[in-house]
């Protein structure tokens, strides 16, 4: 499978600030990366469909405009999540992967904590 | 609307017994139904995963069952280890690619 480096790992900030979430393939060329958000003790809920090259898909019920998504390179997807709020805390997950059969690879996630 | 559905919410299991976690879809177009494990604060790892075309795999202590005609598959865990402690996600795919998790079993392993 992909080699996937999500960075940060863990993020503190301020109520109504933005930050910044990296997804990197570092062995695969990914045309489409997926960001889920986790709540604690829940499963994974799919978000987005990152493309490169083009505008993101979003799942029903996520804002667009709060998390916004870039996929400019092949190997790069960001989240951003703007005017973040507390009930944005949550752990959020970037999977790559090659042909769909082979499964996705997930990065390490990142923890975003907003006080 | 929970495409896939996972049971049990959690498990405790003697050291060297069997873990079995089951699952069930309803969707006949998933065509891929992957297994991952996930530890504290980390991602998931994809574990085995399996096509409908086949009704068991098998790697190592791990091992997935899969009923077509009954939408349901399922993973053991064959003598299972204090260090398979972890939360198990059941997943479902399209070729389109995009997965929906089961809602996750808690596994723990006692010595």
């Known amino acids: 499978g992909a080699v996937v480096s999500q960075h940060p790992s863990w993020v503190i900030c301020k109520s109504g600030t933005s930050v910044k979430i990296e997804c990197r393939s570092l062995d695969f060329q990914a045309t489409t990366m997926f960001w889920y958000r986790q709540f604690p003790k829940q499963s994974l809920m799919l978000m987005a469909t990152?493309?490169?090259?083009?505008?993101?898909?979003?799942e029903q019920g996520v804002e667009k405009d709060k998390f916004l998504i870039n996929h400019a390179s092949l190997t790069l997807s960001t989240l951003t999540v703007t005017s973040a709020h507390p009930e944005d805390s949550s752990f959020y997950i970037c999977s790559v992967g090659g042909q769909w059969f082979q499964g996705y690879t997930f990065g390490s996630g990142t923890r975003l904590t907003v006080v | 609307q929970q495409q896939v559905k996972q049971s049990p919410q959690s498990l405790i299991v003697q050291k060297g017994g069997i873990s079995i976690i089951n699952c069930a879809y309803e969707?006949?177009?998933?065509?891929?139904f992957p297994w991952y494990q996930q530890f504290p604060g980390k991602g998931p790892a994809l574990l085995i995963a399996i096509r409908p075309d086949v009704s068991e795999k098998k790697e190592g202590r791990f091992t997935i069952s899969f009923n077509k005609s009954a939408k349901q598959f399922s993973l053991h865990i064959m003598d299972s280890q204090p260090g398979d402690s972890a939360t198990y996600f059941c997943?479902?795919?399209?070729?389109?690619?995009?997965?929906?998790f089961g809602t996750g079993t808690s596994l723990t392993v006692i010595p």
């Open positions: 969707n006949t177009a998933f065509d891929y």
């Open positions: 990152s493309n490169e090259g083009s505008k993101a898909t979003y």
């Open positions: 997943a479902a795919s399209m070729s389109t690619r995009q997965f929906y």
